[in-house]
T-cell receptor, first 112, second 115 residues
Framework: AQTVTQSQPEMSVQEAETVTLSCTYDTSENNYYLFWYKQPPSRQMILVIRQEAYKQQNATENRFSVNFQKAAKSFSLKISDSQLGDTAMYFCAFSRVNDMRFGAGTRLTVKP | KAGVTQTPRYLIKTRGQQVTLSCSPISGHRSVSWYQQTPGQGLQFLFEYFSETQRNKGNFPGRFSGRQFSNSRSEMNVSTLELGDSALYLC??????????????FGPGTRLTVL
């Protein structure tokens, strides 16, 4: 079974600084997708970024980028120029055919 | 396009009762998945429906069931409610979760409180 581990339950960062959230996963599969989802307080979960395992190039979406290390089964999220609106729970997720697994989440607080 | 909608948004029930939650996916999406989110257990997968068929199921007791209609709308039912069923129930839709290029879009959730 696929498992997803987020080892940092809580993190904080100063506004405008950079922060990296960690995620590791365990799978014996070669083709899969990885996602980072953001869930702001009392608001809807939204997709931040996704990465296809067959692509070596790291995905980037504006201030959000990932460091995907397939051999190490690591998928970290870097948030640059952190903003107060980035305060949220961040979930790492692994997806294969018909199956999606989430990590326990990292609560990120951006401080002014 | 309208996003994923879930009704009701909040629900209070007592132990032993049953409850039905509803999810309307994004137009054109055929896959609907349900998740239970609690502070202690995080996000746990309940089941996934595609074209009115349950295609995948998580590790939950038989009290949790669901169905999907021909218009892709989905309902989940929890019978004989227990205190531990108190949670945020999230619905997510995608074109087809079996397609590796697909992405799930989440609804706002239904917060169920069991007293």
């Amino acid at each position: 079974a696929q498992t997803v581990t987020q080892s940092q339950p809580e993190m904080s960062v100063q506004e405008a600084e950079t922060v990296t959230l960690s995620c590791t996963y365990d799978t014996s599969e070669n083709n899969y997708y990885l996602f980072w989802y953001k869930q702001p307080p009392s608001r809807q979960m939204i997709l931040v970024i996704r990465q296809e395992a067959y692509k070596q190039q790291n995905a980037t979406e504006n201030r959000f980028s990932v460091n995907f290390q397939k051999a190490a089964k690591s998928f970290s999220l870097k948030i640059s120029d952190s903003q107060l609106g980035d305060t949220a729970m961040y979930f790492c997720a692994f997806s294969r055919v018909n199956d999606m697994r989430f990590g326990a989440g990292t609560r990120l607080t951006v401080k002014p | 396009k309208a996003g994923v909608t879930q009704t009701p948004r909040y629900l209070i029930k007592t132990r032993g009762q049953q409850v039905t939650l509803s999810c309307s996916p994004i137009s054109g999406h055929r896959s609907v998945s349900w998740y239970q989110q609690t502070p202690g257990q995080g996000l746990q997968f309940l089941f996934e429906y595609f074209s009115e068929t349950q295609r995948n199921k998580g590790n939950f007791p038989g009290r949790f069931s669901g169905r999907q209609f021909s218009n892709s709308r989905s309902e989940m039912n929890v019978s004989t409610l227990e205190l531990g069923d108190s949670a945020l129930y999230l619905c997510a839709s995608s074109l087809d979760l079996a397609e590796r290029t697909d992405t799930q879009y989440f609804g706002p959730g239904t917060r169920l409180t069991v007293l």
